[in-house]
């Protein structure tokens, strides 16, 4: 770390796991350049500070019962959380502001950074003469375009005729029309004044952070985004290259992959995980274990606790099945993803889609095969299908024989040869952007400068 710059920086990530990793290593950057952090965080889904010594970490209670926190309803989670946090998170900063020991006052709070769906902190952060700068974990297309939203569910597009199923959307592209009942999947009303605040919320902040993009991914959302929001607006890169978010996990990674991995040959193995909130019906879970077995590939497939409806683990997958999984693939609870996208043995993704998991798949050229279940991961599986072209879209078809023709054509077929180069040209890109002068380096350049002034 740089010596101390006698400043300190607030952070206050949503508790999910998409969202913790992005801030946590903002937090670790701006550690590096000698800011002092203090992460307020929930009680649920809490970081574990033992892997952070030189952070401060300061709890506050959410309010959300056990049966709560086991909601599959995140925007039902986020409202309630917003409603139960303010006054606790109040009462939290009010303390830090006004403590008077003699190490804070050898510091000065610069600004608070806060998770964009955290929507009650502008009148507080106001109220306190505090700056407040917005972080997204979403890619700049997404966290631009979803404010449309609740118009198009007004408008129309959630009964569709099969012939329109494949039309863009034009307001929101590279959407496809069949696209939008799944991301307005279980959305209610709810989204609407959500998504006002939201938009309030970053429009009134000092300024905005994309932590997982950059100018290679995101160009043209980042120019209509920097015109509608009339905020600075930093898209700083996919950092996770310098800084790596297993310290972050809420899970307890399985080691045991690599060695696994360390036993495959180059490019082999396909590797299935869907994040840390997607779900899948029992039959979908035997579906996916049966295509990736009958493809002959080796695979290694992440099955989350309390992932498959109605079922602890994995007991519902038939004897038959598990005798032909050992023979090629191994299943773990959680894996260490970034070590196994890195990993040589590693030939293909077959992801759900969220953020994080796209662009660290980019970020070691890994191709992709795409079955995004929810929300944001629609319109990122479309930029890998449609516009980047690195990966196959599954067109949400979980079938056996689907899946199995899909991991074939992927890592034993000329298509995939094809789609490799291009992912390689795109990996190249993104970690040029943040290197030294690169889009990504200058905008945390920017990013750390508008910090230190404040
Ligand atoms: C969700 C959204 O889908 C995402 O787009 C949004 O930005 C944040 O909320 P999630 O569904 O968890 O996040 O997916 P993703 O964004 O891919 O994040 C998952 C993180 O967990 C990744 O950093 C990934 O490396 C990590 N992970 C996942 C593991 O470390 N091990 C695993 O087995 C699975």
Known sequence: ?????????????????????????????????????????????????????????????????????????????????????ESPFRDCL???????????????I???????????????????NLPRVVLSTYKVSFFHGHFILPQLRRERLLSLQDSEQDDPVEEFPPLRKKDIPPILDEETELLDSYSDKILETTK?????????????LDQDSLRQARQDFKVPIYAIGPS??????????????????????????????????????????RSELIEIAWGLSNSDQ??????????????????????????????????????????????RATGGFLTHNGWNSTVESVCEGVPMICL????????????????????????????RNVIERAVRRLLLEPEGEVIRERMKHLMENVRRSVRQNGSAYRSLEHLVDRISSF
């Open 94 to 108: 009010t303390k830090m502001l006004h403590s008077e020991t003699e190490e804070d006052e050898k510091q000065r």
């Open 204 to 216: 009134t902040s000092s300024g905005l952070i994309f932590v997982s993009s950059c100018e290679e």
């Open 110 to 128: 610069s600004c608070l950074i806060h998770d964009a769906q955290w929507i009650f902190t502008q009148p507080l952060a106001q109220s306190f």
């Open 240 to 281: 996770h290259i310098n800084f790596p978010a297993m310290s972050s996990s809420l899970f307890t990674p399985d080691e045991t992959c690599i060695q696994w991995l360390d036993k495959q040959e180059d490019k082999s193995v396909i590797y299935l995980s869907f994040g840390s909130l997607a779900n899948m019906s």
């Open 372 to 399: 995004p279940f929810v929300w944001d991961q629609l319109l990122n599986a479309r930029f890998v299908s449609d516009v980047w072209m690195v990966g196959i879209h599954l067109e949400g078809r979980i079938e």
């Open 298 to 343: 080796p695979f290694l497939l992440v099955v989350r606790v309390g992932s498959v409806k109605d079922t602890e683990w994995i007991e519902t997958i038939p004897e038959e099945l598990m005798e032909k999984i050992k023979e090629k693939g191994k299943i773990v609870k959680w894996a260490p993803q970034q070590e196994v996208l890195k990993h």
């Open 1 to 85: 770390m740089e010596k101390s710059n006698g400043q300190r920086v607030i952070l206050f990530p949503l508790p999910l796991q998409g969202c913790i990793n992005p801030m946590i290593q903002l937090a670790m950057i701006l550690h590096s350049r000698g800011f002092s952090i203090t992460v307020i965080h929930t009680r649920f889904n809490a970081p574990k500070p033992t892997s952070h010594p030189l952070f401060t970490f300061l709890e506050i209670p959410d309010g959300l019962s056990e049966a709560e926190t086991r909601t599959h309803d995140v925007t039902l989670l986020l409202t309630r959380l917003n409603r139960s946090c």
